[in-house]
């Protein structure tokens, strides 16, 4: 449907301001630089409408421009009294008439773009071995991170969501506390998490995000959640199917056993303290307390925004309010087994060994 | 004469007391002026405050918590409590003289609408210094504004709930004042234009703030008193909050921006000396728009969920709002087109309304397109949008109308000079802060974050806004040194001080006899002074009557009463769930028995007002407030 309006991509000042600004925008996170057929029909609507408001506001500024020049008092002269005009039925029939056609203009490829983007009929469906066609995801909006599952193959994670590349991946959204919204603008538009019900929906990734800046598209929270909603990011990686399946067997495969003497000791403290709220196995199901830590070597930010550096997460881990206001992790203190202690910089390198071992990629 | 004059005669003693008891529609609009200025200030203050945090990322000017408050507080601010309130200081300052009545219909109910407000802006913003301001979003959705701890949501939904009905109350003053005081010879299709969307806009009140007082009433049933209204997990429902708050929100746009387009067809009128082009046609679009914005409100919930259908629906009822709006704009392009235009400050802010508008008009457009609007809505798209519809037609209007008015009001005109100064500083600034934040919200920027992560491509368009910021608060400091050199000189001016004027405000002294005509006049056309004056008539009236008796109504501090009482039961309402502390119920009873008290008190004794004897008004007009 929208490819007929690709034409339009060269058409005058709208394309031409657009294609400056998606050279000023980040490529992993601007809705000018599309890298999903999702982004790409909503940019397809940005230019047409764009172009069809540009050329309203022309007309407008014209009459503007003119209208002041030529009737500006200096000019008409001081005294002058208008002639005192009523109005013009035929100017009011051509200004009524002329904006309903753009109006309908526009609203043929928004009706039926609307439906297209809605369309999640071949949600679940499965091939004659009952293996499903196309993957899906369940994602959980929390205070103030993201959950995703995948239920058809039995793995979970947390933060950075994976998917194939081109091939539609259909979601389920809800939230767990409060209202939050689902956003990857470079790969389309947003949906919310309601604490009421799921909502679903469909994107498609077409390019792998490994050639990206960071390896990643960013995704936000775009509905206010609470203090830290402006720290609500997430990651999104874009494999090819080979990759994705390697990460899903992975995933399914992973254990979260540490390797070396001081990450075992990080695991010990670990599974004292911090194993009732994190799984660190990729393979589970939905409702985890905290997000899962089976990729937390993979990740790409601490607390879904610091730069993922060890000190970064001793940071985090010590004061997580601090870093993150109204989040829900305890202080070190009054975790089980703590009795009021923080860590101490020795228990923070080796939790700190421990959560950067935990990697699925190194095993695809 | 003036009552400046009249005030320094006074007293401070006195005058204050004028002011709380009066039910003079010109003294309640310096009410809701100074009122409606005051709170203007302080959310800009906060609008500062904001464009300070997030001129450079990662910075830590205010916490998380903090800012979340200030954004909140910011929206709801500049909507309920400066917006509509100067709105409703013109409207109350001219509509009774433009229709050439003595007064509205309720002037009781007037005074009492005033003191609502009032009240209830002032606990909303106590809120402040007792444990912290709302911090929810001014849509204050309802499983955030149900988890949002502290007390700061219960100041929202008891603030508003109190100022709204005072709105509430001014609506309909409003709209029986323009349907039953009308002048002879005022025709409905002789009212003048601010007269009509005034009209219009009061019928919006009507219709749309009962939605938003059902909405606050679950709020506050769910917050303070156990209900569960929106608790999911009880079978509540946290949608039916976005529907009724854009059910009402959506009509609110309009309820601002109808009287706006109405403050900017008179200036365009009056500095272009040319009468309105089309003017029916301009009536009928207004009355299209208002019936309109009852039917598009989903068009705030596109990422909901609502379905395709609905989308689809809600996204071509949103196009077509563009076309009665479209109307406007060109037969006020084609009302200056032909004129003899003045660049006086008033018209300079018309001037500049109309391209802005136009902007946030086509980005309306644009967000209309439901699958767009998936990538638009709540991101800093948005925010730009929704600033270039209401500081681009709200606030122009009420900056022009604040210049075009004051000799009214006041009796004294605001310096040219320095008004042209503040156009120019808020113009540049508000295009400077606003124009970039459209390409923000392109490049992924979602909005109401208190902060963001540097090298997302946003830190220098972020930076550019908050300049611009700085420009439109010079403008304002400007507009307030002009104020305050106005007042100082106090040159005053005669009738007409515009010499343009057309409508019936312009045709009586400046600031108006308290009872504003002494004869009834009679309304020969639209525009009838602009006919008087063309026809030579050195009075500028036809007159509908013979010089009589007035009747006059007394002043009353009841109104007053009767809000503070609700102020005071808000306090017990708002700490009653703590249940820790024994007085909030009987503060709760006492506040309400204080209403309800004062509201007997108003039913039982009757009161006949009094009458100005014909002697007295052919003695030189009577003294003005001598009563
Ligand atoms: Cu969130
Ligand atoms: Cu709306």
Not at chain 2, 178 to 188: K, V
Not at chain 2, 283 to 294: E, Q, R
Not at chain 2, 301 to 310: C, D, K, S
Not at chain 2, 392 to 416: Q, R
Request: glycine share 10%.
């Amino acid at each position: 449907m929208m490819r007929g309006l690709k034409k339009w991509r060269l058409f005058g000042l709208a394309a031409a301001l657009m294609a400056f600004l998606a050279a000023c925008g980040e490529e992993q996170i601007s809705t000018l630089q599309p890298a999903g057929q999702v982004a790409e029909d909503q940019f397809d609507l940005l230019l047409l409408s764009t172009g069809v408001m540009v050329f309203v506001i022309i007309v407008v500024s014209i009459i503007y421009v003119l209208a002041i020049i030529k009737f500006r008092r200096k000019k008409v002269g001081e005294d002058v009294i208008p002639e005192q005009v009523e109005g013009s039925k035929r100017l009011e029939f051509i200004w009524t008439a002329i904006p309903i056609a753009i109006v309908l203009f526009l609203a043929v490829p928004t009706v039926a773009v609307t439906y297209q983007l809605a369309d999640v009929d071949d949600m679940g469906v499965v091939d004659a071995e009952g293996t499903p066609a196309s993957v899906t995801v369940d994602v959980t909006a929390k205070l103030y991170w993201w959950e995703f599952a995948y239920p058809d193959l039995g793995i979970v994670t947390a933060q950075e969501l994976v998917v194939p590349t081109d091939e539609p991946v259909y979601f389920n959204l809800t939230a767990a506390d409060v209202k939050h919204s689902f956003w990857v603008p470079s790969i389309g538009g947003k949906t919310d998490a309601n604490t009421d019900g799921v909502n679903t929906f469909y994107l498609t990734f077409d390019e792998e995000s490994a050639d990206l800046e960071d390896g990643v598209f960013y995704g936000k929270c775009a509905e206010l959640c609470g203090p830290s909603h402006a720290l609500m990011d997430f990651k999104v990686k874009a494999l090819d199917e080979a990759e994705f399946q390697a990460w899903v067997a992975a995933m399914q495969e992973s254990t979260g056993e540490a390797e070396g003497e001081l990450a075992q000791e990080g695991q010990e403290l670990f599974e004292q303290s911090c194993i009732a709220c994190h799984a660190t196995s990729g393979a589970g199901t939905t409702g985890g307390i905290a997000p899962n830590l089976a990729t937390f070597g993979d990740r790409n930010r601490i607390a879904g925004y610091l730069p993922h550096s060890e000190e970064n997460l001793k940071k985090w881990i010590s004061e997580p309010q601090e870093y993150k206001p109204g989040n829900l992790m305890p202080d070190p203190g009054s975790l089980p087994g703590r009795e009021g202690e923080a860590f101490s910089e020795e228990e923070l390198d080796a939790l700190a060994a421990y959560l950067f071992g935990l990697t699925v990629e190194d095993d695809m | 004469m003036s009552s400046t004059a009249q005030a320094q005669k006074k007293g401070f003693g006195a005058t204050l007391w004028d002011y709380l008891t009066t039910v003079d529609h010109k003294k309640i609009a310096i009410l809701y002026l100074v009122s409606g200025g005051f709170f203007f200030v302080v959310g800009g203050i906060e609008a500062m405050l904001i464009r300070i945090q997030l001129a450079v990322p990662a910075n830590d000017f205010v916490s998380a918590g903090v800012y979340n408050q200030i954004m909140t507080m910011h929206g709801t601010t500049m909507i309920f409590l400066a917006a509509m309130p100067l709105l409703f200081a013109f409207m109350n300052a001219v509509v009774p003289l433009q229709i050439g009545a003595r007064d509205v219909a309720f002037p009781f109910l007037n005074s009492l609408g005033f003191w609502l407000f009032f009240f209830g802006g002032v606990f909303l913003n106590l809120s402040w210094f007792l444990g912290g301001a709302p911090d929810a979003g001014w849509t204050s959705y309802a499983s955030l504004a149900i988890a949002s701890g502290g007390h700061g949501v219960d100041f929202y939904a008891l603030g508003l709930q109190i100022s709204g009905a005072g709105t509430l109350i001014a609506g309909i003053n409003f709209l029986v004042t323009i349907i039953n005081m009308r002048a002879p010879g005022m025709t409905y299709m002789r009212m003048p234009m601010f007269t009509w969307t005034t009209f219009i806009a009061s019928a919006l009140i009507l219709f749309a703030f009962p939605p938003l007082t059902v909405g606050l009433f679950f709020l506050i049933l769910d917050r303070m008193f156990f209900a569960n209204f929106f608790a999911v997990e009880m079978g509540g429902n946290t949608i039916i909050w976005e529907h009724l708050f854009w059910i009402f929100g959506h009509p609110e746009v309009y309820i601002l921006v109808l009287p706006a387009f109405g403050i900017f067809s008179e200036i365009f009128a009056i500095f272009s000396r040319k009468r309105l082009f089309g003017y029916s046609a301009l009536v009928f679009a207004t009355i299209l728009i208002g019936f309109y914005g009852f039917m598009v409100w989903a068009h705030h919930m596109f990422t909901t969920g609502l379905g395709a259908t609905a989308n689809a629906i809600f996204a071509v009822a949103t196009m077509a709002i563009a076309v009665p709006t479209g109307v406007k704009i060109f037969n006020w392009l084609l009302t200056i087109w032909g004129g003899n235009i003045s660049f006086s400050t008033p018209m300079l802010y018309a001037l500049g309304f109309i391209p802005s508008f136009v902007a946030g008009g086509v980005t309306g457009v644009m967000q209309a397109v439901a699958p767009l609007d998936y990538q638009l809505h709540d991101s800093y798209f948005i925010v730009a949008h929704f600033h270039y519809v209401i500081v681009g037609g709200v606030v122009l209007a009420l900056l022009g109308g604040l210049h075009l008015y004051w000799p009214k009001m006041f009796g004294t005109m605001l310096s040219e000079k320095l008004g042209k100064i503040t156009f120019a500083l808020f113009f540049f600034g508000f295009h400077a802060t606003f124009f970039i934040q459209h390409f923000l919200g392109l490049l992924g920027m979602p909005r109401r974050v208190y902060t963001f992560v540097g090298d997302q491509g946003w830190d220098l368009y972020n930076l550019i806004s908050s300049v611009g910021a700085a420009f439109m608060a010079l403008g304002v400091i400007t507009l307030v040194i002009n104020i305050i050199m106005t007042s100082v000189k106090n040159e005053r001016v005669g009738n007409d001080p515009w010499e343009d004027g057309r409508t019936l405000e312009w045709a009586i002294p400046s600031p108006p006899p308290f009872y504003n005509f002494k004869q009834t006049p009679l309304v020969r056309g639209l525009d009838t002074y602009w006919i008087e004056k063309m026809e030579g008539n050195p009075e500028g009236m036809t007159y509908a009557e013979p010089i009589g008796d007035i009747h006059m109504p007394n002043n009353s501090i009841i109104p007053f009463i009767m809000s503070a009482g609700l102020f005071v039961a808000a306090f017990g309402a708002l700490y009653f769930i703590d249940g820790d502390k024994a007085w909030p119920l009987p503060v709760l009873a006492l506040g309400l028995l204080i209403t309800l008290g004062s509201m007997a008190a108003r039913s039982l004794k009757d009161d006949l007002g009094y009458h100005i004897h014909k002697e007295d008004l052919l003695k030189e007009g009577g003294q003005p407030g001598g009563h």
